[in-house]
């Protein structure tokens, strides 16, 4: 027979819990649904309330749009913003609510008063950009005054409005390009794109900033006549894996392979420009120079300007042998583009192993250097070429360069260098003799060799001779102006002189024109009658040369 067992206590209070609350719990229920009845999103699929958690992208973006306001296409969160960019986010609102009454304004055209109407514009109607022009320069100088994400994010939101404005066809009073809106339009984002490109190389924003700004960019609505302009902003970040490589000499070829696809280190000259200034600024002499050799630009003739002063930026680093020989590669030669102020500064860092503490090279349409008025201090590490090293540098320039071959400057500098204020003894009339040929023989060779045994005798004397040499075919070619200047370097070494003035008349035309030049050059300098008078008194005549080559041979 079944036997049923007395509930135990702990059953008991079960169910007297469940009777006691059910109904409670139920009224409750009907309640809330009283309440939320009216909400019509409750029963949406997928975009019900159910889904009110933190992964649920409808809410999430629901409550991002509220907080994060205009800031939200630029896809940041909430732990990036700041102050900063909360109030750039104000400045932005009420930039588009103003530029767009401007372009209202803009598209209504002015009254054509006093000029009458005309053919191609009948109802005498106006349209000039100039004054939405002028408004939107003016926020962008407001947003260059703020912190620099801030900053960004104001330029990029002032070009997404204005990307969008058209021109109106019509008269146009001025002729500035400003009054028409497609003209302004590129000058304005052309404003923007420099602004944040030199923002992504030059400040700190982080590469996850970066890429955000870059998607931000590509979403914009590009007119047909911008198009190209789409990629401006695809700058690679400092971090980036083929650039860090290549900066540290790991990649020598700017290639890299990554999952079977060719990664170039291809870059836009503006980027090229800014990432040459920040390497320069942070003295890393050497990364910039792996880094010119292998990028490669959509614009090859700036592109070979800034390459040109990879030897510069040699000297910089303290490796004086290294910029010498970069300066002579075997396919085009950056000497052979060198200015004569630029010769003239190799030709002292050659020679003293010294710089200016801030000296910086840019590109603006030609190759500058920038040396500041302190005084030169030593490299470190660095050591003074020797004479015969730098002759033969000044000698190959000259040969490859017209503009220093022809530069007075460029010849006083070297003949400095090999004419001492000491004077140098004179050498015996068979050195003197045989050193024509030898001279000749240099200086026509193909890569001005300098023999040994041409120095062992007479070393100094010999490179002396040397440029002498080099001058007298400088004569030969042309009117050297100023040649005073050029002739007072001899003063404690006439004999070197009259060596120069024996090799000048084989060729008596041109001896009795360079004579000429003199006598003009010394009637329009204060003391040029002293200086013709000293020189006329130590240097043979060009009648007589015949005369001073019998001496030489006799005393030979």
């Known amino acids: 027979m079944k036997t049923w067992s007395s509930p135990s206590p702990a059953a008991r ?70 102050s900063h960019l ?58 260059d005054q703020q912190e620099g994400r801030a900053a960004a994010v104001l330029r990029l939101g002032a070009a997404e409005v204005f990307i969008r404005h058209f021109q109106v066809s019509g008269s146009y009073i001025s002729h500035s390009p400003t009054a028409n809106a497609v003209e302004a339009r ?54 980036d894996v083929l650039l860090v490589s290549v900066l540290k000499g790991q990649n020598v070829s700017g290639v890299r392979k990554d999952k079977g696809k060719k990664d170039l280190l291809i870059e836009q000259i503006a980027v090229v420009l800014l990432r040459t200034e920040v390497l320069q600024q942070q003295h890393r002499y050497r990364e910039l120079c792996r880094y010119l050799r292998v990028v490669e630009s959509d614009d090859s003739k700036l592109l070979q300007q800034v390459r040109d002063l990879i030897p510069f930026f040699f000297c910089m680093d303290g490796s004086l042998p290294g910029g010498l020989h970069s300066l002579f590669p075997t396919v085009n030669a950056p ?25 910086t090279a840019r590109v603006s349409g030609s190759v500058q250097v920038c040396i500041s008025d302190a005084a030169w201090q030593p490299m470190k590490d660095a050591v003074p070429l020797p004479d015969v090293v730098v002759v033969r540098f000044a000698l190959r320039v000259q040969r490859c360069c017209p503009a220093v071959f022809a530069d007075s400057r460029c010849w006083i500098s070297l003949l400095q260098i090999v004419n001492p204020p000491a004077a140098v003894p004179e050498p015996t009339s068979k050195f003197l003799h045989e050193a024509k040929d030898v001279v000749s023989t240099i200086l026509h060779g193909a890569n001005v060799q300098i023999p040994r045994v041409f120095q062992e005798g007479y070393p100094d004397q010999a490179l002396l001779l040397l440029v002498t040499g080099a001058l007298g075919q400088r004569v030969l070619s042309g009117a050297l102006s100023p040649a005073l200047p050029v002739l007072n370097t001899f003063k404690g070494n006439l004999w070197a002189l009259g060596w120069l003035w024996d090799s000048l008349s084989s ?10 030049e003199l006598s003009r050059e010394a009637g329009a300098t204060a003391d040029g009658d002293n200086i013709l008078r000293f020189l006329h008194s130590l240097v043979p005549a060009p009648s007589s040369s015949t005369e001073y080559r019998h001496q030489q041979s006799s005393g030979s």
Not at 93 to 116: V, W
Not at 193 to 219: C, G, N, W
């Open 507 to 516: 060729s008596p035309e041109r001896l009795r024109s360079f004579s000429q």
């Open 335 to 359: 000497a052979a583009r060198l200015t004569p102020d630029l010769f003239l500064f190799y030709l002292r860092l050659f020679t003293t192993a010294t710089a200016p503490p801030t000296a």
């Open 86 to 143: 909360r109030h750039a986010e104000t400045m932005l609102q009420s930039f588009k609510l103003r530029l767009s009454a401007k372009f209202e304004c803009f598209l209504r055209g002015e009254s054509l008063e006093g000029y009458g109407p005309s053919d191609s514009n009948p109802k005498g109607v106006v349209f000039n950009y100039t004054p939405v022009y002028e408004f939107v320069s003016s926020f962008l100088n407001e947003a």
């Open 13 to 82: 209070r079960s169910s007297l819990t469940h009777a006691t609350t059910a109904p409670y719990t139920s009224s409750r229920r009907q309640t809330r649904s009283a309440l939320l009845r009216p909400c019509q999103m409750w029963c949406c699929s997928g975009l019900c309330h159910c889904n009110s958690h933190k992964r649920s992208d409808f809410w999430n973006n629901l409550r991002n749009s509220l907080l994060l306001g205009g800031l939200q296409r630029f896809n940041l969160t909430l732990s990036e913003l700041d």
């Open 186 to 239: 590129l000058v304005l984002l052309q404003r923007v794109i420099a602004s944040v490109q030199r923002q992504m190389v030059m400040s700190s924003l982080t590469p996850d900033f970066i890429h955000k700004l870059q998607e931000f960019y590509q979403k914009l609505f590009f007119p047909p006549e911008l198009k190209n302009m789409k990629s401006s902003l695809c700058v690679r970040p400092w971090d």
